[in-house]
């Protein structure tokens, strides 16, 4: 019960905090990046400039997007180990 708690009260908010801050930082990248290219006298460079940033941004939702939800697959594990128990329990109590 203790993983569950955990689960619900420090790391399931903590990954929807982490995409809510994620969301910010790419908007930020994104004014960003049109800025740099719109002042930018080499605009492959600040393409390519932009292309990293998209792909390691990208990369970096993914990989929070994926933690979350093993977070909540787990999570779900655990109910369902729970739910199991308790069906368990009171069948043998109506059957006894």
Do not use: W
């Amino acid at each position: 019960m203790a993983e569950l708690q955990m689960l619900l009260e420090e790391e399931i908010p903590a990954g929807k905090r982490a995409l809510v801050e994620s969301y910010q930082n790419l908007t930020r990248v994104a004014d960003y990046c049109e800025n740099n290219y719109v002042q930018a006298q080499d605009k492959r460079k600040a393409l390519e400039e932009t292309k990293a940033y998209t792909t390691q941004s990208l990369a970096s939702v993914a990989y929070q997007i994926n933690a979350l939800a093993n977070n909540v697959l787990q999570l779900l594990d655990i109910q369902l180990v729970v739910i199991h128990s308790s069906t368990a329990y009171y069948c043998l109590l109506f059957f006894k």
